[in-house]
């Protein structure tokens, strides 16, 4: 997003910029500063929409992980709209906070039966939310203050300053928040991570992607008439052929 700097003058150039009738910010800046205000607010929105669409397609995804590893073009769809956070470890997520990561990486993992478990509401298969929000951060000054008598100072309750792990859960249809980050719980979320950067170490880059919202229609397509899209498959050349196959792994 442009930021425009912040714009100094003397008392002379002042007088002189009055005198010429010239305002120190142009009509012409402001409508470009109000045009990258709104483009932000756009991608604002696509950002959310998409980010809940993914974990929404989370069963459709997981249902379908022989095509991700069969066409590259599926796999290497770009996830660019999701803060991870640190949960895959510790990167500067604050200065990349929405790092693009392949597609196919997350769905080998879902696919992974360890790296499931059971939705704390229904009991249900749910599976695990990659993602780490910044919670309230701990102060040197709330610690020495101590709890105070309000109801509403939560402070020291230990829920508000843990990073909690996210399920999505298809028969709840919603991502629940859990606090019991327990050992079994912890690995996981490792596994979890392992998985992916192990994938996609295997990946072939050079396949361009599919575009995400036209790729799970298609997989609803395919589901739906049993048969796959032409769009899948990708012509590679003879000496790039062993780069582009994932049939000699498993998920």
Known sequence: MFVKPFMQESFSSFNRRIDAGLPLVSDEEKEFENEEKEIQSVLDCRRERREK????????????????????????????????????????????PYPSRPLGGLVAAWKTETCQLSCPCCQDKAYLVPQHKPERSFSCIDFFDGPSNSEDDDFWNPLKYSNPYHVYCEKCGEITNCYDLDAEMSEKCSKFGNIMRQWNRRANPAVPPLQFEHALH??????????????????????????????????
Do not use: H
């Open 53 to 96: 669409l993914l974990w929404k397609s989370i069963p459709l995804l997981a249902r379908n992980w022989k095509l991700f590893r069969k066409y590259p073009k599926l796999y290497n769809i770009p996830i660019d709209f999701v803060f991870f956070g640190d949960f895959f470890g510790s990167e500067m997520w604050w200065e990349n």
């Open 218 to 251: 298609l997989l609803a397509l395919r589901e739906t008439c049993g048969e796959e899209s032409d769009e899948f498959q990708y012509r590679v050349y003879k000496d790039t052929e062993k780069k582009s196959g994932y049939g000699e792994f498993d998920f």
